[in-house]
Every structure is written in structure tokens, then in C-alpha cells.
């Protein structure tokens, strides 16, 4: 398995489905990275969970 798992999550500002590339080999982390349709900055909580599946949450960085 890659360490590097594309994931999918809606935009919190323009509700828009993206995809961001997750690094799996850490656990727990959380980064800013922009929307690829409306360019504005999100949160991106991520956990891996112990089979190696990231589970991605994107928050509006205002929130
Ligand atoms: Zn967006």
C-alpha cells in the first residue's frame, strides 16, 4: 500500500468536490492547503486510522 492515499472531501467554502494526496505515514496531522476550484485556504484535519485508512476533515480556516 502507498503511503500516499488520494482522499476526497467537499470545499467549505464552495462546496466543491477535491481531492488532496494524504501522506499516511503520519498518523495524525493538520496542514492548510488550498482549494483547487476556489483557491481559498483550508484546514485539513486527518487521522489514520490502524489499517492505514486516512479519514479527512476540512474546516474554513475562519472557523
Ligand atoms: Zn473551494
Known sequence: MSLLEECFLDCPYCGESISVLV????EEQTYIEDCQV???PMVLHVNVDEQGYPAVYAQGEDE
Open 23 to 26: 501522506d499516511c505515514s503520519c
Open 38 to 40: 476556489c483557491c481559498r
